[in-house]
């Protein structure tokens, strides 16, 4: 019996963020008479303890109220974020959409940043070449392709970097709610493409509040509270979660 492979392996893992308050001159006094005894900064955990296997060709939302840690969550899988604690494991290219903008350089033209990024994601200036005109034909943003990114509206970059990232064929493609900067076409064909990457059997990581939409993609929810996973199951079933609470 052949099981299906592990497409992604997160093992206990812990993120903490320091949180800086400002503090009168007075608690400053105090802390250094305390022999600065107490730390001025407050930690907080984003991530507690977290272990899931995602296998290979599995949809998988991440659910949960403001905070509860998806994104970072998303980050540690993408490895732009490393845990304090804990080890992420990824099986073949990683690919996706975290932040408006980011891997991008605003100083180059859009054509330098399709060079650019698509080396970052791992295709060789040959691939880029052969799939630059597919790349610019998708975002649709042809007019544009030699304007320096920085007069970009955070829609021409969604569309340039979703194009750049689907050309790079991901083996884990993972979506941050951004795809709600495309206008509704944009979004539509979008969501076409995720379902043919799905369909070839790429595994995909979305970050949503749109439950419904989450539900057309996915079929599995996990749901994060406090940084912890209360949920890990049937897409439906964890949207009835997020929606009780
Ligand atoms: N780089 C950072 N430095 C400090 N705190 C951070 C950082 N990144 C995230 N946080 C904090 O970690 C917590 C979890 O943030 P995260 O962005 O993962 O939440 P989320 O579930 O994606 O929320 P949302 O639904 O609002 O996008 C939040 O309290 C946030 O302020």
């Known amino acids: 019996m052949t099981s299906t492979p592990v497409a992604v392996e997160i093992r206990s893992i812990s993120k903490q963020f320091i949180l800086r308050h400002s503090r009168s001159i007075k608690e400053a006094v105090v802390w250094l008479a305390q022999g600065r005894r107490k730390d001025l900064s407050n930690r907080f955990h984003a991530l507690k303890d977290i272990t899931l296997d995602i296998a290979q ?52 033209s859009g054509r330098d940043n399709v060079f650019l990024n698509g080396a970052i994601l791992g295709m060789t200036e040959q691939q880029l070449k052969e799939r630059f005109e597919s790349i610019v034909e998708f975002a649709e943003i042809e007019q544009f392709i030699d304007t320096e990114v920085k007069f970009y509206s955070s829609g021409m970059y969604l569309r340039l970097a979703f194009s750049v990232a689907v050309h ?33 059997g790429q595994t995909l990581v979305v970050v949503s509040h749109d439950l419904e939409l989450v539900q057309r993609v996915c079929r599995r929810g996990i749901v994060l509270e406090h940084g912890n996973v209360v949920f890990d199951g049937d897409v439906s079933e964890a949207v009835s979660v997020v929606r009780s609470r």
């Not at 905070?67 to 974020?81: D, R």
């Not at 709610?177 to 369909?199: H, N, S, T």
């Open 57 to 108: 060709g599995e949809t998988v939302a991440l659910l949960g109220l403001n905070g509860s840690g998806k994104s970072t969550l998303l980050k540690h899988i993408s490895g732009v974020m490393t845990p304090d604690e804990g080890t992420v494991r990824t099986r073949g290219r990683v690919a996706g959409l975290i932040e408006v903008g980011a891997g991008f350089h605003p100083d180059l």
């Open 168 to 200: 790079s064929d991901p083996e884990v493609f993972l979506v941050d709610e951004i795809l709600a900067v495309g206008d509704e076409p944009f979004q539509r064909k979008c969501l076409e493409k995720i379902g043919e990457l799905v369909d070839a």
